[in-house]
């Protein structure tokens, strides 16, 4: 082991003594210690599902990049493992950057981007995105002698050398396939194929899809799979335009569905649309389980207008794993079943009228799965205010606009002092005021899953957490039924 890695292992363990008892997530993995983004490595290994993440152990912000390291049985419950990768070598030295895994005749194979950005001797910068493999049994993890593996000499013309990373390794029957993000100057964005026999010698094979200057001017962490007769793409482009309430400014993560044309390598896009309509959604990565499904993660914060508690040792946290879905075209995404298992002290209401703003009992908390369906009514507005106080100081609301089918969250009340950005709407297909919404909390993160999870919109709130209450209310009297379980992981 190097002894940077070393280093990161040994201080992970006494700094996280550090953090109050109680203050992280209980079931969503966030940063051990320090800062985490992307989500890297999500894979299935000998049965279980590993999840790795861009992490920076010693401060709240980012820095060279180290890979972290946690594991679980069912998605829920999450244990910590010692950092996986520190930037230790010559090809790395500047951050072991995002990518994937795979399992391979009985070894979990890492593939990530080695970045080299270094000033050298004579005053030119030494530039480089390059990928690299590291091999490993589920803990410890040796990186490959001849790293990196794929070099910018292999990219087609045009497109950029320095930026040119997240690779998602996946195996087709003998034959492993990766796809990495990538722009080429004057379009923006694209992804491109690559192919090896060996996880080692790997030939470039097509830009399966390119932005054209529609979709931002750079794509990172791409994935590619099939589903429901298929095939997706989803891509996290920097420097987008926002688009009435479908794209918003900066960076954003979308997918395309279309048809994969096996013959030429590319992606015959049929649809384009946001994965998630929150302000704290990026870089998803998925996996396929054993039983078939396909599951998404992603890091739960934003480039853009990033939050984290000046006092706290440790920022980032990842969304709740997702199962996705295709129907009618479109992407359905809901959190994995498994947290079934873990739902305690179910209370319900039946067809009861929310008018004027009201509590009801038994419903209240900050770790808890609430599901509200909304009959067809005449009802104007309905609204949940949820992390609020007695006296109205902190609320994060999200309202229902039944005439324009607006769905709004908006955290001004939330009580994080430095945060510019803290109202996102989204268009929902409701019916004459007919809808569901199912909101995840878990103590900092709100996630909304509408209409059986047609959409999602995950947001971040770092409200005191003694503000557990929660307020409905309606203009014009909405008729609700009302399911509340708390979510408890010990
Ligand atoms: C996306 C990203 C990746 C990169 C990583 C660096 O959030 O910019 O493209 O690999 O973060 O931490």
Redesign the pocket.
Known sequence: MSIMLEKARKYEIEAMKQIEEGQKPSFHVCAPIGWI??PNGFSVYKGEYHLFY?YHPYSTA?GP?HWGHSKSKDFIKWEQLPCAMAPDREYDGQ?C??GSAVEHEGTHVLMY?GVLDKVQEDGTKRLAQTQCIAIGDGENYKKLNNNPIITSTSLPKGSSKEDF??PKIWKEGEVFYVIL?SRREGTGGQVLLFKSQDAQKWEYVSIVEESENQYGNMW??PDFFSLGGKQLLLI?PMAMLAKGLEFHNGNNSIYFIGEYDRDNYKLNREHVALIDYGLDF??PQTLETADGRRIMIA?MQS?DNYITPPDFKWSGLMTVPRELHLKEGVLYQNPVQEIEDYYQNEVRYNTITICDSQELSGVQGRQFDLLVEIEEGEYEEFSIRFAADADNEYYSELQYNAKINTITFDRTYSGIRKDILHKRAMHVKGQKGKVKIRVLMDKYSVEIFVNDGEQAMSSLIYTPIEANQIYFSSIGGAICNIIKYDVVVQ
Do not use: K
């Open positions: 983004n992307d861009q980012w990049m951050g950057f995002s981007t990373r997240d993000g990172e962490c996290s990026y870089a890091w480039w």
